[in-house]
């Protein structure tokens, strides 16, 4: 039988569908065209941070009276700049993004808008120039989903919760260098209903954006190579301690930012009337700490790396940390708290080592780091994995499991409701993400 000769009508048709202006092309272009944007953001903004951190320590350094004048004036200035720029820039940004999620549209005019991010990204960086105890990986995540938001707008795509979800997972990628890790955080902390049909777009946001931040940074474990054990009894020890500890100190950080900004203390009303002024309160106080102990200031990288690799800190270390990070978050300037939740973390965990002297050191702080960074944001999975992938400590992923479930039951105990969701209702009003400055200078 004859096979008659595609029409043009055919043809147009065909190209409709499966050409170059076809909408699965243009999907694949956003993805594609997004992902490398969020990695080669990723990259600068750490670059930056860093710088910023170490601008201050040198100056901190030099001139120990420096930060007590320094810290407070600029905690109440970038609260200030926040509140008159972006107002929902404030805080860690994955709340804003899960809000975001729950009315995509809506959400590109105001939660992930250029403007919000765009100041995010630049005042995160002042924070870290005046010692605030905040992480960039949080405004990653904000910034990394307005990025992806725009590649699909700018394609001419619909834009829907999957595209913030993916962005969000792409931003964590690339700011840890941990794929995996971000396909977790997709999956337990951005989508309250994870869709099978999201997958891919996650999964190539990932890849693609940590593949540009590898190509350009290198192949760099973000703590550090961590080849230490722990035996079948000495993690059924260790573990459970670590994560009860670990676990209710989290829950107890989560329940205080939570009631920071819905308590109806009078006390806390009065600062929640003057913001500027609480601003530079908590700013005092981070500058204080940070004097009297040294150790204190910015993401806490440095010093959890230095614990992860034997060295030890002072007993306190770690309750000081956690009050820095505490009045850094409700202070409300930009900023998040996954590295500095990390270095809280790393000093429960040097605590434990005096606890069990006779197991390997390094493995002991990273019970502690899994188990707090658990009891903070309630992802059990996501922690785990970014701690067996910041350190190739694969090896441990048993213990680590089996601290981080311990502690996400523990944190229960002590907070019911998860703390980024929780702060994500402050951006929905009537269910529609809506900007809300007054409610958004509290937000973590």
């Known amino acids: 039988m004859r096979r008659s000769l595609p029409t043009l009508r055919h ?3 065909l190209l409709r ?3 170059p202006e076809a909408l699965i092309w243009r999907r694949r272009i956003a993805i594609l065209g997004g992902a490398i944007l ?4 990723a990259l600068l903004f750490a670059r930056l941070s860093d710088w910023a951190g170490e601008v201050f320590l040198s100056g901190a350094h030099r001139w120990w009276w420096l930060p007590l004048l320094a810290t407070p004036a600029g905690f109440a200035g970038i609260v200030w700049l926040t509140r008159r720029l972006a107002p929902l820039a404030s805080g860690s940004g994955i709340p804003q993004v899960i809000a975001a999620s729950r009315e995509p549209e809506a959400g590109m005019k105001a939660l992930v808008s250029a403007r919000t991010v765009t100041t995010k990204f630049f005042l995160t960086i002042g924070a870290l120039l005046f010692g605030a105890s905040v992480g960039r990986e949080g405004p990653t995540v904000q910034i990394a989903a307005s990025i992806m938001g725009y590649a699909h707008r700018l394609m001419a795509i619909p834009l829907s919760a999957s595209v913030y979800i993916a962005g969000g ?3 964590v990628a690339a700011a840890f260098n941990t794929p995996l890790a971000g396909v977790a955080f997709a999956i337990e902390e951005l989508a309250a209903a994870y869709e099978q ?9 990932v890849l693609i954006a940590g593949m540009v931040s590898l190509g350009l940074a ?3 474990v973000y703590f550090g190579v961590m080849r230490q054990t722990l035996s ?5 020890h260790a573990a459970p301690v670590a994560g009860l500890l670990g676990g209710l100190a989290g829950g107890l950080f989560s329940r205080l930012m939570l009631a920071a900004g819905t308590s109806a203390y009078t006390p806390m009303a009065w600062v929640r009337a003057r913001p500027v002024r609480f601003a530079a309160l908590c700013g005092l106080a981070v500058a204080a700490l940070g004097v009297s102990t040294g150790l204190t200031w910015g993401t806490g990288y440095q010093t959890a790396n230095a614990v992860i690799a034997g060295s030890d800190v002072p007993i306190w270390f770690g309750a000081t940390k956690f009050v820095t990070t505490l009045a850094t978050a409700v202070s409300g300037l930009p900023g998040g708290i996954f590295a500095p939740s990390l270095s809280v973390g790393a000093g429960i965990g040097d605590m434990l080592r005096s606890v069990f002297p006779e197991y390997p050191s390094g493995a002991i702080v990273l019970l502690g780091m899994v188990a707090y960074f658990t009891g903070v944001v309630r992802a059990p999975l ?3 994995i970014i701690i067996s992938e910041t350190t190739a400590s694969r090896g441990l992923m048993m213990p680590l499991l089996a601290s981080a479930l311990i502690a996400d039951f523990a944190a229960q105990l002590v907070c019911k409701e998860r703390l980024y969701h929780g702060l994500s209702k402050r951006f929905i009003v009537n269910d529609n993400p809506q900007p809300n400055p007054s409610r958004a200078r509290e937000e973590n």
Do not use: W
């Not at 969020?38 to 953001?41: F, M």
């Open 17 to 19: 569908r499966h050409g």
């Open 197 to 205: 049909r999201m997958t891919l777009l996650v999964m190539a946001a």
């Open 11 to 13: 043809i147009r048709t």
């Open 169 to 171: 997972a792409a931003g």
């Open 218 to 220: 290198g192949d760099y």
């Open 382 to 384: 996501t922690a785990v």
């Open 38 to 41: 969020v990695g080669l953001l």
């Open 232 to 236: 079948f009894s000495a993690a059924l």
